[in-house]
């Protein structure tokens, strides 16, 4: 009987080694495609897809909401990754959003998802703060969402609160939150309007537990301690922004993109 229990047992643990190299393999692959533009990959020293998207613990098989996905950086790695077996949902501006460059932006992921053959059927949903502030999925459907540098949009117009709601209406039971955000100094006064584009780490936190959620885990994937969080144009001043034009432009490529925060919360399960 032991026998067989410890069979058993190696049986599931080959299974779920086998289910996390696949995963791994199908992310890497999505990650390489020849679908990315080349500009995108050239930015993958910065922002960490793979090291990122495996500590959110994204699987092919999950829903995902990528709420205001802007160019599709992540778009571009996401729909691949989950075209066959997941659902991936875009938290998109509305379509009268007042906001100039929300046309742009909702017209470049509509293109770029319109590639069945490479995205699948992917979903929109509206994500357009002030004034449309979700729904980013049907309530309780999403195994994840993910904001990649949004938090201080969201503050800029007074929606910090009501954003992290929206997200944990939309998780299921022990879903995940996924939060990448410019870090400010933890010593710095925060700007409630965040008009530096910096964030310090214990408000986002208090924003996400405000709403429900509790932090699982703080990782420093993206972190650049070059990064003074103190620049004249605020985090725009460093690539690839680069707000100065050619002001100390070297001076900023050396510093390179932002310090981030990486964060992972989840929905409890009792709620």
């Known amino acids: 009987m032991k026998r067989k229990f410890l069979g058993l047992a190696l049986c599931s643990a080959v299974l779920a080694f086998s289910g996390i190299a696949y995963a791994e393999e199908a992310l890497q692959a999505a990650i390489s495609g020849e679908h990315r533009a080349a500009e995108n990959k050239a930015r993958d020293t910065s922002r960490h897809p793979l090291e990122t998207l495996q500590f959110f613990e994204v699987q092919p098989d999950h829903t995902v909401v ?16 989950l075209k066959d077996e997941g659902t991936l949902y875009l938290a998109v501006f509305a379509d009268d959003s007042e906001k100039s460059y929300a046309p742009r932006l909702n017209a470049k992921s509509k293109e770029m998802t319109a590639n069945k053959e ?8 509206v994500m357009d703060t002030p004034n449309a502030v979700g729904p980013v999925a049907p309530a309780g459907s999403a ?92 985090v725009w001043t460093l690539p690839p922004r680069f707000r100065l034009g050619e002001q100390d432009r070297e001076k900023y490529q050396e510093i390179g993109e932002s310090d981030r925060m990486t964060l992972k919360f989840v929905k409890p399960l009792d709620s």
């Open 66 to 81: 990528e709420i205001n996905p802007g160019g599709g950086w992540y778009t571009e790695i996401l729909g691949p990754y």
């Open 118 to 125: 490479l995205y699948g059927n992917v979903q929109y949903s």
């Open 143 to 234: 195994d994840r969402v993910l904001t990649f540098r949004n938090v201080h949009n969201w503050m800029a117009d007074g929606s910090g609160e009501a954003a992290f709601v929206a997200f944990y209406e939309a998780l299921k039971p022990g879903g995940i939150l996924g939060v990448v955000e410019h870090r400010a100094k933890a010593d710095k006064e925060q700007d409630p309007k965040a008009v530096s584009g910096y964030v310090r780490e214990d408000y986002v936190i208090g924003l996400a537990e405000a709403a429900g959620f509790e932090l699982v885990e703080k990782s420093e994937i993206n972190a650049n301690p070059k990064d003074t969080a103190d620049h004249p144009e605020g």
